[in-house]
């Protein structure tokens, strides 16, 4: 059975972040992790059982939040200066974490939706757990800027 790293693969994750944002998102396998100042998108299953997650560096979040509304990247840079997200861009990753079901469902093999998102830091013991062996990867926005997401299962 093939691994969670094996499974997602950064070319679906670049292809579905394209379509959703309407410009060019590069993903590239990366060996780091995200972590403090983080979001964390928690998966459930049909049953309402908590199988899976993304993990989205606080860069990556405003990266995206942005390219959404097609706000400039200088308000994007602002957030993570702050270090943390102002509430439209919460709102509007929500939104991208939401489509990004697709993902954790062909990782997982059966369907998930978005059940809640949380700071990293509030996630569930079992995912901070299991980071360890999660896919990570570096996502690269055109026009924005790049951050990092992990697929936890």
């Keep these: 059975m093939p691994t969670l790293a094996e499974t997602v693969k950064p070319e679906a994750i670049g292809q579905l972040l394209t379509a959703t944002l309407g410009r060019s998102v590069s993903v590239v396998r990366s060996r780091q992790t995200p972590g403090k100042g983080d979001l964390f998108g928690v998966y459930a299953n049909s049953e309402k059982m908590q199988k899976a997650g993304l993990l989205v560096s606080l860069s990556l979040a405003a990266h995206l939040a942005a390219a959404l509304q097609i706000f400039p990247p200088a308000r994007a840079n602002q957030n993570i200066t702050s270090g943390r997200l102002e509430e439209e861009f919460v709102e509007n990753v929500q939104e991208i974490l939401n489509i990004c079901s697709q993902v954790v469902?062909?990782?997982?093999?059966?369907?998930?939706?978005?059940?809640?998102?949380?700071?990293?830091?509030?996630?569930?013991?079992?995912?901070?757990?299991?980071?360890?062996?999660?896919?990570?990867?570096?996502?690269?926005?055109?026009?924005?800027?790049?951050?990092?997401?992990?697929?936890?299962a």
């Excluded at 996630?123 to 997401?149: C, M, N, W």
Aim: charged share 25%; glycine share 8%; aromatic share 8%.
């Design 105 to 152: 469902t062909n990782a997982t093999g059966e369907r998930m939706t978005l059940a809640e998102v949380c700071p990293w830091d509030k996630a569930p013991q079992r995912f901070k757990d299991a980071l360890r062996s999660a896919a990570a990867f570096e996502v690269t926005i055109q026009g924005y800027g790049k951050g990092l997401l992990s697929v936890v």
